[in-house]
Structures are given as structure tokens and as C-alpha cells.
């Protein structure tokens, strides 16, 4: 997979491209389905299949407040490349980019590259105010010469799958359900010292203080994990150093 810092630096030898836009955290059960037809639609159309990502949560710059995050953003871009994307854009987010009109910004991706077109769900939107509806890209995409192709959310329960829905399962204590949305044990990176202390680079979903079964990288045996009630973390009898560390479901 290909990484481009920015939809700027997109570049004509890139080729053409079908793009998807989002957060993508956590990359769970409903992103796998989204990509899926990504790379479906994209071999439909004779391109390559391309997501246009952030360097941080959009929320940071839009609410003030970022949610923790489910997925180290290095996974992120592993699962992506596992999932079959060919380019992965990650865009800076700042108050810049939040105040670019959709069109402006569909607009500089299709000056930098052959644009396919955009793969989105009904309630998706981007760009100042969220005007980038799909409605509203498929109308410039009549006049710009690309596709917009729009699938249904992946639903469970009735309801789209999200990324705040399995928060509220880790911050509940209901990992199997969590685990279940994912479609895999969730899992934490950082870096633990010679204390046991864990420290994450950025700010993670974590369960209620307590004591939990773990799986670490690189440890042939099931560990614990403590959670106190101020939030950190501690992972005794753990060598230090850097590691991902998979909660069993219970």
C-alpha cells in the first residue's frame, strides 16, 4: 500500500483512483464491509481502491474534544492494507481543512489525479458544515466526470455499526460484544516500562477500573492487565517495551 501525506501531494502517477473518505477507527466489522465493495467498485471501474484518512480524530478540531481511539493509527494502516486498499491518503485535520468546502477539496483531488469517483453511505458527508452529501458529490461529480457510488451501512441490531457504539461496549466492560463488532479481540498499543506501567501515545478506549485477561505480542502466555480507577494502566510481570496487547473476551 502506497502512502500519500495529504490529498496536495496526490499525483497523476498514482493513476485512477476510487476513494472512500473517513476516520476508519477501529476498523471494524462495518469498515471490512465498506472496503470490500471499495475494491469491488474499484475493479469495476479500472482503478485502484483508495481511502483518504486523518493524522488524528476530526473531533479534536470540531467538538474540542477527541473520543479515545480503537485502533493504534499504524494498525490502522496495516489493516487497511490487508483489507486490499492500494492508497492511503492521511490528512492533517485542522481548522483549515474543516472550514475547505467539499467542492474545493473533490477539487484538489481531481486536479492532483484521475478521479474514479467516491464510494459513501447515505449519511455520510464531508467538507465545511457537512454540505459534501452524497447527493451533493454525485452532482459535482456530473461535472468533474467521476462516479458516486452509495452502499447501505453495515447494520447490527437494526441500526448502523459505529465506532462510538463499541466504546460504549469497552467503557461498559462488555468486550465480547466488543470483540464481536470488531470482529476480533480488542487490542491497546503503547509502551510499558520497567514499572509495569502502561503508556499509549495517544489516549485509548479502556474498560472500568479492574483486573482483565490479556493476550501481549510476543508472550506465549495469557497476562493481566490493571485498569485503576484515575485510568492507568499497569501490566505486571510484563517485560518493558513496546506492545500490543489484546484483551480476552469475558
Known amino acids: ?34 472496503l470490500e465493495r471499495l475494491v469491488a467498485g ?3 471501474l479500472n482503478a485502484r481502491p483508495g481511502v483518504i484518512t486523518f493524522d488524528a ?6 467538538v474540542g474534544a477527541a473520543p479515545p481511539l480503537l485502533l493504534d493509527p499504524d494498525e490502522r494502516l496495516e489493516r487497511l492494507a490487508a483489507a486490499g486498499v492500494d ?10 481543512v474543516r472550514r475547505t468546502p467539499f ?3 473533490v477539487g484538489t483531488i481531481a486536479d492532483g489525479v484521475d478521479l474514479a469517483g467516491f464510494l459513501m453511505t447515505p449519511d455520510s458527508a464531508f467538507g465545511h458544515q457537512r454540505r459534501g452529501t452524497p447527493e451533493a458529490v454525485a452532482s459535482l461529480g456530473t461535472r468533474l466526470g467521476y462516479e458516486t457510488v452509495v ?12 465506532s462510538s457504539d463499541i466504546r460504549g461496549r469497552i467503557g461498559a466492560g462488555d468486550l465480547g460484544a466488543a470483540a464481536e463488532l470488531l470482529g476480533r479481540p480488542y487490542a491497546i498499543v503503547g509502551d510499558v516500562d520497567a514499572a509495569g506501567r502502561f503508556t499509549a501515545p495517544v489516549p485509548v478506549a479502556l474498560p472500568p477500573p479492574g ?21 492507568s494502566v499497569a501490566l505486571p510481570g510484563v517485560r518493558a517495551g513496546r506492545r500490543r496487547i489484546a484483551f480476552e473476551s469475558i
Open 42 to 44: 474499484a475493479a469495476r
Open 211 to 231: 483486573r482483565y485477561g490479556v493476550r501481549v505480542d510476543g508472550l506465549d502466555r495469557s497476562a493481566s492487565l490493571d485498569v485503576a480507577p484515575d485510568g
Open 151 to 162: 452502499v447501505p451501512a453495515l447494520e447490527v441490531g437494526g441500526r448502523p455499526l459505529s
Open 1 to 34: 500500500m502506497e502512502l500519500v501525506t495529504g490529498v496536495g501531494s496526490l499525483q497523476h502517477s498514482l493513476g485512477r483512483l476510487f476513494l472512500t473518505i473517513g476516520v476508519f477507527d477501529g476498523l471494524h466489522r462495518g469498515h471490512l464491509y465498506l
Open 57 to 62: 480524530h476530526p473531533d479534536a478540531v470540531l
Open 103 to 105: 467542492d474545493a477539496f
Open 87 to 96: 492508497i492511503a491518503v492521511v490528512q492533517h485535520f485542522d481548522d483549515a
